[in-house]
């Protein structure tokens, strides 16, 4: 047995140390409809990537919550658009969405396209994954395009400075924290003393297979489960919390004589609806319509596409969930998202549509982000995906179009496991 336990110590040490450090935000754990049927995130920007402790950090891009909603979720009604970062490395000090502060939770619908900014500062050095997101009461937080920003220290600690109503300037970095921590620190080793009376000289725990055969209301004095010392003891401590809670509300009467409730200013931002409609678009071979590779990572999508506009049109873009397929040139891809979740987009035939003309476009896209962050419904029971469409024509103008389509799988990799 020693032999073992000697073999098993550095065994496991080596095991330990071997492990790679994690770096996602479980984006990739999601199933593949709550990705591609809810929302779509496109032209966003994490910049810049390498500051200081302090220094601002910058999210834009838009979103739109797809009409494709499944109607096994709650219908998206409240949301809050959000930095998801590893913790609280950064400080948000402002939100934009569609031109308007947006200081909590939004209202939002079907069909809305809400363009975003957030600002961060640096708080903690290090290496951390930025992406935008956003929480839908009764769905959970969405994640979009993540960009890795690196925070250097700085000469400077981190301050957090806010101008109260009342005129005075505080850090919030620091803001009361000293009593908080003392404060908390009391109340822990309060219950501490409670817990450790009740469990290691009592025998409550002990002995469960006794305790657990008497009455609700009994207190076994006869084996000394609950004697008169323990209710003096135990009336001791309850005092003790009745005390600390009138202290901490006379102090905190006196501390702060004006107080206001938690503020909350929930909207809903103004969503622009375009004034001209570009391209109407159904999908070919119906009910089957797109098809995957699992194999090679390729996403084929077959369309019929009507130019309604009044000239000729180009499809430029497809985004589906987090990531963007562009039809363009090396810096037209780099101008679209984060390198990670940005690949080419194939259109053929190639070249714009003329006015008033219907042709069936085949849409070729092959990324490993495809695997990687679990876009394909390849072992659900509706293989549906869904994303947005962009089109341009030759005045500059652009719509996105939602696009539903029906998944074929057509190649596997060997899977032993499910």
């Known amino acids: 047995m020693r032999k073992w336990l000697v073999i098993s110590v550095p065994a496991t040490l080596i095991f330990c140390l071997s492990v790679r450090a994690a770096h996602a935000h479980g984006e990739a754990a999601d199933e593949p409809f709550l990705k591609d049927l809810t929302v779509a995130f496109y032209n966003v920007h994490v910049g810049p990537t390498v500051i200081k402790v302090g220094d601002p950090v910058t999210i834009t891009g838009s979103l739109k919550i797809l009409e494709t909603w499944p109607y096994t979720l709650d ?30 939770s939004i209202t939002v619908e079907r069909g809305g396209t809400y363009n975003f900014k957030m600002v961060m500062r640096g708080r903690n050095p290090g290496h951390w994954h930025v992406h935008p997101g956003i929480a839908i009461q009764g769905t959970g937080t969405l994640i979009g395009p993540g960009e890795w920003v690196t925070v250097e220290p700085s000469a400077t600690p981190f301050k957090l400075n806010v101008m109260l109503l009342n005129g005075q300037t505080v850090d919030l970095e620091h803001f009361g924290g000293s009593f908080v921590w003392w404060w908390s620190l009391a109340g822990f080793i309060l ?64 501390k702060y004589p004006v107080r206001l409730p938690q503020q909350t200013d929930r909207f809903a931002p103004a969503v622009d609806t375009p004034s001209y409609h570009l391209a109407q678009v159904t999908p070919a071979g119906s009910p089957n319509n797109a098809t995957y590779d699992e194999k090679t990572d390729k996403l084929t999508i077959n369309l019929d596409v009507k130019n309604v506009g009044g000239s000729p049109i180009t499809p430029k873009q497809y985004s589906m969930a987090m990531a963007t397929f562009v039809n363009g040139t090396e810096q037209e891809q780099a101008n679209a998202g984060p390198r990670d979740f940005v690949g080419q987009l194939h259109v053929e035939p190639a070249g714009p549509i003329p006015t008033g003309q219907t042709r069936r476009i085949i849409l070729t896209m092959a990324s490993p982000v495809f695997d990687e962050e679990r876009l394909i ?14 089109f341009q024509d030759g005045a500059g103008r652009a719509e996105m179009v939602t696009i539903k389509s029906v998944l074929v799988p057509t190649e596997f990799r060997p899977q032993y496991l499910p």
């Open 75 to 104: 219908p998206p009604q409240t949301a809050y658009v959000t930095p998801v970062v590893p913790g609280p490395v950064f400080a948000l000090v402002d939100r934009v969405i569609n031109g308007q502060p947006a200081f909590g």
């Open 191 to 254: 219950g501490l003393i409670w817990m450790i009376y009740w469990t290691v000289p009592k025998r409550t725990v002990t002995r469960l297979a006794v305790t657990t055969q008497l009455g609700a209301n009994d207190d076994a004095p006869d084996i000394g489960l609950i004697t008169p010392e323990d209710r003096k003891w135990m009336n001791v401590l309850a005092g003790i919390t009745i005390a600390m809670l009138v202290v901490g509300w006379v102090w905190m009467a006196a």
């Open 377 to 390: 419904p390849l072992h659900d029971p509706q293989q549906l995906i869904a994303g947005l469409l962009a």
